[in-house]
């Protein structure tokens, strides 16, 4: 059973550029969560969504950031003109919303370190 | 607004030495409380949840406990395989399902 997935490991983009990061959630997860890791920062929430749908968008900044989770394909995070202060480390979690559960285990990718120069 | 605070930042311990890791909370009801494990480049690994306080978790060498204020993870007799970052998190009652971590305590365990 793959765990959730996160492509690229790595990306290199230039000031303005567009970062695009793909989350593909555990099979049968249809729950997905981003954060951000800002260095020598904890994890902060960005965005909850289910498929089709947002949830939570309340950690995302204003501008230049957007999410989705389609109906069909992986979770993505894109992030528009970056700036300098958007390198950090963007992680993807999932879980499976078990109807009944009273709590939900959000489990992680390996994540996607973006650096701008 | 919910906080995590973790303390220490970061921990030295030889081989065997057994100690603690402390999270502080502030969370308007708690939901679950949550540890995780990172590994240097790899994303957080679930080690345990809690619900309430008096709860209890062991997982080989780690137990983690749970008060109204504070959990604490417990590490005994520890190997240098357990050196990482050890995350908590929060998650509150109603509303979305985010969790809000801490800054995490880096843990290395000498031989």
């Known amino acids: 059973n793959a765990g959730v997935m996160q492509n690229p490991r790595h990306l290199v983009?230039?000031?303005g550029q567009e970062a695009r990061l793909r989350c593909s959630p555990m099979k049968g997860h249809s729950h997905v969560y981003w954060y951000r890791q800002l260095p020598e920062e904890g994890l902060k929430f960005m965005v909850y969504l289910q498929k089709e749908n947002i949830i939570d968008e309340s950690g995302m900044p204003k501008e230049r950031f957007s999410a989705e989770f389609p109906k069909e394909g992986p979770s993505i995070l894109r992030i528009q003109?970056?700036?300098r202060g958007d390198s950090a480390a963007y992680f993807c979690a999932s879980?499976?919303?078990?109807?009944g559960a009273s709590l939900n285990i959000q489990y992680f990718g390996a994540g996607t370190r973006l650096s701008v120069l | 607004e919910d906080q995590v605070?973790?303390?220490?930042?970061?921990?030295?311990?030889?081989?065997?030495?057994?100690?603690?890791?402390?999270?502080?909370?502030?969370?308007?009801?708690l939901r679950g409380l949550f540890w995780y494990r990172q590994d240097p480049g790899k994303?957080?690994?679930?080690?345990?949840t809690l619900y309430s306080a008096g709860e209890e978790k062991e997982k080989e060498r780690l137990k983690a406990t749970l008060t109204k204020k504070e959990s604490f993870l417990h590490i005994t007799a520890p190997k240098p395989e357990d050196s990482a970052t050890y995350l908590c998190a929060v998650q509150a009652r109603g509303g979305s399902e985010k969790l809000?971590?801490?800054k995490g305590t880096k843990l290395t365990v000498n031989p």
Do not use: H, I, K, M
């Not at chain 2, 605070?5 to 009801?29: D, F, I």
């Not at chain 2, 994303?43 to 345990?48: K, M, R, T």
């Open chain 2, 43 to 48: 994303g957080p690994e679930f080690l345990f």
């Open chain 1, 81 to 83: 003109q970056v700036v």
């Open chain 2, 5 to 29: 605070t973790q303390s220490p930042e970061a921990l030295r311990l030889q081989e065997g030495e057994s100690s603690s890791l402390n999270c502080s909370y502030t969370v308007s009801g």
């Open chain 1, 95 to 99: 879980s499976p919303r078990e109807q």
């Open chain 2, 100 to 102: 809000v971590f801490g």
């Open chain 1, 13 to 15: 983009r230039r000031r």
